[in-house]
């Protein structure tokens, strides 16, 4: 029975690892399908590339920061053999589990530096990001290092700041990086004229569409699987999740009046903010967090890019930044009893937590791009953004065939 136990949670968490590890396809195809076709190939490898480099600067850096682990040690070893690592390599397992969500992080700026961005100091920022940057906050709210759970939040507010799932330190943390990298960054070439806001419409719905269903159907990998065992698994995180996505989309439709961007979006908006609360919640209150959520997408994406001129591509800060940090807010008020939560939870621990954790993402967004900037500089000339990211870096474009015939290459 113990053998069977120890295989059930090597097989639970590697289900989950598969399913968040297919989200990655999900931001690229949502990224595919918003940005104009002469970006396409570009959303492709960028995703791609950087879980290559994101799996191998965690390995080797990010994960021993986090977590105090290295797996320079023999096969035997590290699949349960020495002190620390589990039996049947589950340790690994959960390797694969946390990657897929240090990942995200590239993932997540991407989508807001995309048409023209450069290659090589993207490449070099994920690096940065997953190996030195995320591994810190992780590390202290996941696995309580520099003191900050049971130092500060606890002895202050009677509890540790609690994200079940990664709506601060994954979402929030990546959408506020990815403010600075866009505002660093600047502006797409004709995007604001005269003050105006000129409008770019996206490539395809289809593809922006299958890129939102991909995240919604990984994201149960994502919240549910963060359970990390079989023993520890709820059909509570299950159903919130569900109806904070559901609200988030019904939300969106109204407030964006149809527009099929928003639906798609405010869906993941609402699984956004329901990931730090997914454990303690009442199905009703996950209704009310992922609805504010669509609602605060929709409204600060507008707001954003429009009035305030940050071109944010997909909206990554409002989505991922922004609901995020309200997420992690409205774990401290549904999460409460008094709510029909579980408890055990502090309204103070997670305001401070999250606002603090949206600091330091915007902090560790702007010195990383800020550096790159001033040694390799992070955009492209204007002449490579008229081209297109496709021709100017990739040399290929998201149709060749069709391309040859018309002459464009």
Same mark, same amino acid.
């Given at each position: ?10 097989? #639970? ?43 191998? !600067? ?5 994960? =021993? ?38 990942? =995200?992080?590239?993932?997540?700026? /991407? ?22 940057? %995320? ?67 996206? /490539?395809?719905?289809?593809?922006? =569409? ?30 919130? +999740? ?46 009310? !967090? ?10 600060? #994406?507008?707001?954003? !890019? ?53 600091? %330091?993402?915007?902090?560790?967004? %702007? ?13 492209? !000339?204007?002449?490579?953004? &008229? ?10 474009? =998201? ?5 040859? &015939? +018309?002459?464009?290459?």
């Amino acid at each position: 029975m113990e053998e069977l136990q120890q295989g059930s949670d090597v097989f #639970f968490l590697l289900m989950g690892a598969i399913l968040v590890f297919a989200m990655h396809g999900g931001f690229a195809f949502l990224e595919v399908g918003t940005v104009r076709h002469k970006n396409q190939v570009n959303a492709l490898v960028k995703i791609l590339v950087d879980f290559a480099i994101s799996t191998v !600067t965690y390995f080797f850096i990010g994960y =021993a920061i986090a977590y105090g682990v290295n797996f320079l040690l023999s096969a035997g070893d590290i699949s349960g053999a020495a002190e620390g690592f589990g039996p049947k390599g589950v340790s690994l397992v959960k390797f694969f589990f946390l990657c897929t969500f240090a990942a =995200a992080i590239p993932a997540i700026v /991407s989508g807001g530096i995309a048409e023209r961005a450069k290659f090589l100091p993207q490449c070099l920022a994920t690096a940065l990001f997953v190996g030195l940057a %995320y591994p810190l906050i992780e590390g202290a709210v996941w696995n309580s290092n520099f003191g900050l759970q049971t130092g500060l939040f606890e002895p202050l507010f009677g509890a540790q700041f609690h994200d079940f799932a990664g709506s601060v330190v994954v979402h929030g943390f990546g959408g506020w990086a990815a403010l600075a990298a866009v505002m660093l960054l600047g502006a797409r070439i004709g995007r604001y004229e005269n003050g105006r806001s000129i409008g770019i419409p996206p /490539s395809s719905i289809p593809w922006l =569409a299958m890129g939102s269903w991909l995240l919604c159907i990984g994201w149960f990998g994502f919240n549910v699987m963060s359970a990390q065992s079989v023993a520890g698994i709820s059909g509570l995180v299950a159903m919130n +999740s569900l109806l904070a996505m559901a609200g988030g989309i019904i939300v969106a439709v109204i407030v964006g009046k149809g527009d099929p961007g928003f639906v798609h979006n405010g869906a993941l908006a609402g699984l956004v903010a329901v990931c730090a609360g997914s454990d303690v919640m009442h199905p009703i209150g996950s209704l009310i !967090t992922g609805g504010i959520a669509g609602g605060l997408f929709v409204y600060m #994406f507008q707001l954003s !890019t429009n009035k305030w001129q940050i071109d944010d591509v997909l909206g990554v800060w409002a989505l991922h930044g922004l609901c995020g940090l309200w997420g992690g807010i409205a774990c401290g008020i549904f999460g409460l009893q008094a709510f029909g939560g579980i408890g055990g939870v502090s309204f103070l621990t997670q305001l401070f937590g999250s606002i603090l954790g949206a600091a %330091y993402g915007f902090g560790a967004g %702007y010195a990383i791009y800020g550096v790159l900037k001033s040694q390799l500089g992070i955009r492209l !000339t204007a002449e490579e953004e &008229r081209m297109g990211a496709d021709l100017a870096i990739h040399k290929i474009g =998201a149709n060749p065939e069709g391309e040859l &015939r +018309s002459g464009r290459v």
